[in-house]
């Protein structure tokens, strides 16, 4: 979802301001002697790689939640995957270990891949020294007979791994909402959009990776090969290993998609239409949204269709916003219409309320990028981001709508959103893997993102407060929720979070990264 939808904000802190803060503080601060190096063979190249100017350190201090502050002692800034091997290796042989995180387009919210006191690897610097040397980072390979696939760095964003691609008629088949986040990101938390009912999460799509363990060793892994690390590393959230590369699945790409949005003011009838839409052959992604009087503007829509929408939410204080796509190319142009018909025909919102248009499946997967670029213009982008991704059991999907959706969000109004809600097929996911859902027997799970921006008016405090109301209220009610993006402060909540999965993750910790190196930001083996 990982990633996300752009997000609203109504003012932004002026950065003039932060960076006087965070120079005071840096300057102030009584730093450690970079010695970790001194004692290895090709120390030099990896200090003077060690950024330590107050521009690189802000930036690894710092995530797009805006709500963390972790200081590191310096920040690597790799040119190739063997400086970051003997970074790790470093630490590990040294008598007093040093922490690591992994940062690539820092889209944590809170404070996932920082380091304080410890180390922050710049993945993206990979990428520069990879171009230098006629290397994209991203190789297409395979055959019609055998599958097609991408060999990826992990440091590479999602939206070059599209490009380069399509440009040979080929796509992956699972993605998250925004595509400038990492591979190796992602698939550290899972990666999940409207195609994960269809194809899994980007998690269930990667068929090896190399992976950089806690012991400073380079291991290629597959389900066949070194399965452990394999599973372990995916959706592992960084604590296993830092993914340098990964085979992605690729299939033959659509050239357009027909989209679909569809309003209701019934809950039930949303959820019922969603979950059919994801048990029928016919759509190639199901998502859907709360809209309220005080949601962002949806540029999907035409003007005076927002301005229809948006006086009904005002008179009924919520909406529920279904959104489907149909890939399609020439070869079923003449029966797309009659195709998608049968299937609509059974769903069960009022007439007049079903909107659609055509578009490139470019233009459809990076949907968020050209509000983000408005966003960024006006200075409304870069807010704090205190937000709360939960997956909820679908036995009490309608419960959460009303104790959560109606009786917190709405009639608070305290928030803007974008709210996401949509159900999710669990055949898809494999229980090997680190990441964890609903550990009921449901053939369906629920996804919700209240994805919150702060700033200006909007304090952060606020909305956090909001999020615990949510989070208690699932708890005196025995709604058995996961999060998603998780954050807790005590070992007791991990262990919990986990539940049966915490034997094995804890297992695997410490067969792959047993002096706890990596990932400190989490605070899932080093908080109290």
């Not at 965070?22 to 601060?29: C, E, G, I, P």
């Not at 994960?196 to 799509?205: E, L, M, T």
């Not at 952060?460 to 993006?485: H, S, W």
């Amino acid at each position: 979802m990982a990633y996300p939808h752009v997000l609203y904000a109504y003012f932004v802190i002026p950065f003039i301001i932060n960076m006087f803060v965070f120079t005071a503080l840096v300057s102030s601060r009584p730093w450690p002697p970079i010695t970790i190096f001194s004692t290895f063979e090709n120390e030099s190249t990896i200090e003077n790689n060690l950024c330590k100017d107050t521009i690189c350190m802000k930036r690894a201090s710092s995530d797009y939640g805006k709500l963390v502050q972790q200081i590191p002692i310096g920040v690597l800034r790799p040119s190739s995957v063997s400086d970051i091997v003997k970074l790790v290796k470093t630490s590990y042989e040294s008598p007093s270990p040093f922490t690591i995180a992994a940062r690539g387009n820092g889209h944590s919210v809170r404070g996932q891949a920082m380091a304080k006191d410890g180390v922050v690897v710049d993945m993206s610097t990979l990428n520069s020294s990879r171009g230098l040397f006629g290397n994209t980072g991203i190789r297409v390979s395979g055959d019609a007979s055998l599958g097609f696939y991408a060999d990826v760095g992990g440091e590479q964003l999602w939206i070059d791994v599209l490009r380069t691609t399509l440009a040979q008629g080929l796509a992956p088949v699972s993605w998250t909402d925004y595509l400038y986040l990492t591979v190796g990101g992602t698939l550290s938390n899972a990666g999940i959009s409207g195609q994960s009912s269809f194809h899994g999460p980007q998690i269930s799509n990667v068929l090896e990776m190399d992976v950089i363990t806690g012991k400073g060793e380079l291991m290629t892994c597959s389900k066949d090969n070194n399965s452990d690390l394999f599973y372990a590393v995916l959706g592992g959230l960084g604590q296993f290993g830092i993914i340098t590369r990964a085979r992605i699945v690729l299939d033959k790409a659509p050239k357009r998609v027909k989209w679909f949005k569809i309003i209701y003011n019934d809950f039930a009838k949303f959820t019922k239409d969603q979950e059919y839409l994801i048990s029928v052959d016919g759509f190639n992604y199901v998502e859907g949204s709360l809209i309220m009087a005080s949601s962002p503007a949806d540029s999907f829509f035409s003007p005076s269709d927002e301005s229809m929408i948006s006086s009904l939410a005002s008179k009924t204080g919520i909406l529920y916003c279904l959104e489907a796509v149909k890939y399609y190319d020439d070869s079923i142009l003449n029966t797309i219409g009659e195709e998608l018909q049968n299937i609509l025909k059974a769903l069960h919102f009022d007439p007049g309320f079903i909107f659609n248009k055509v578009a490139s499946l470019f233009d459809f997967l990076n949907r968020v990028r050209a509000e983000e670029l408005l966003l960024t213009t006006l200075g409304l982008w870069d807010v704090p981001h205190p937000w709360l991704n939960l997956f909820v059991p679908r036995s009490r999907i309608m419960d959460f709508n009303q104790g959560v959706f109606v009786d917190i969000v709405k009639n608070q109004s305290e928030s803007a959103g974008p709210f996401l809600v949509y159900p999710i097929n669990r055949k898809k996911w494999d229980d090997r893997m680190s990441v964890v859902i609903p550990e009921d027997n449901d053939d369906m799970f629920y996804t919700v993102a209240l994805l919150n921006s702060a700033g200006g008016t909007i304090d952060p405090a606020v909305i956090d407060k909001q999020n615990n109301d949510i989070l208690e209220y699932c708890r005196k009610n025995g709604i058995m929720i996961k999060e998603y993006f998780p954050h807790y402060k005590k070992k007791e909540e991990w262990m919990k979070h986990f539940g049966k999965k915490w034997s094995v993750f804890k297992e695997r910790k410490e067969q792959f990264d047993p002096k706890m190196i990596l990932s400190p930001g989490q605070g899932i083996f080093n908080s109290e």
